[in-house]
């Protein structure tokens, strides 16, 4: 079953606005990570936050974890038509035994900036 | 730096045939690698991931088969393509523990006709 599931499905926004995305996921987690992606291309890695961390920043992102709530948010400040992309939230796994790097990803949010 | 490359870049292919994807890392040693399928507006489900050479674990089952047979080198493979295989097909490796970022290929678009 899908472990991280993303709201908003899409987000249309302009330029210089903040762009809100959240993930929910269900069981527990050892970290959650935040993923971009551009049209057609691999996913790049944005932000990593671990379970005893409740807020993390870099640059214009701001990443909270709430794991009583099970949910993460990325926020985008000061938004860019540069920022169009597919964002995604992936858990780490937790539990015995090894986990292998294995990550669960969410269906994503699709962010669209107007200039 | 590590580089991470896949290839083709796109590929159209007939029922029936065969598929060969291949993946390759540089710049790291004894990567974990994975392979994930991501269906239009979807998101990715991990489909194999190899800790070692020869090493090959299948998180669902289907028609595809993956191997490593070196230690940055990860391809995925199929004997009969179905037109389900059709899909974003990504590669991407890691240091093996959950607490780090994997890295991703651009991918390679694939079409079965």
């Known amino acids: 079953s899908q472990q991280g599931e993303e709201d908003p499905q899409a987000l249309s926004i302009q330029e210089g606005e903040n762009a809100t995305m959240n993930c929910s996921y269900k069981t527990s987690i050892n970290n959650l990570q935040w993923y971009r992606q551009n049209s057609g291309r691999g996913l790049v890695h944005l932000i990593l936050?671990?379970?005893?961390?409740r807020e993390k920043h870099s640059g214009r992102l701001r990443v909270t974890l709430d794991t009583s709530k099970k949910s993460s948010s990325l926020l985008i400040t000061a938004s860019r038509a540069a920022d169009t992309a597919s964002y995604f939230c992936?858990?780490?796994?937790?539990?015995?035994?090894?986990?292998?790097?294995?990550?669960?990803f969410g269906q994503g949010t699709i962010l669209t900036v107007h200039p | 730096s590590q580089t991470i490359h896949q290839w083709p870049a796109t590929l159209v292919q007939p029922v029936g045939s065969p598929l060969s994807l291949e993946c390759t890392v540089e710049g790291t040693s004894n990567p974990n690698l994975y392979w994930y399928r991501q269906a239009a507006g979807r998101g990715l489900q991990l489909l194999f991931y190899?800790?070692?050479?020869?090493?090959i674990s299948s998180e669902v089952p289907q028609n595809l088969s993956a191997s490593r047979p070196q230690d940055r080198q990860f391809i995925l493979s199929s004997k009969k393509l179905l037109l389900s295989d059709s899909g974003f097909y990504l590669c991407?490796?890691?240091?093996?523990?959950?607490?780090?970022?994997?890295?991703f290929g651009d991918g390679t678009r694939l079409s079965i006709l």
């Open positions: 992936a858990t780490g796994w937790m539990g015995g035994g090894t986990s292998y790097g294995k990550l669960t």
């Open positions: 190899s800790v070692g050479i020869g090493q």
């Open positions: 936050i671990r379970s005893n961390e």
């Open positions: 991407a490796w890691g240091q093996g523990s959950s607490n780090q970022p994997q890295h």
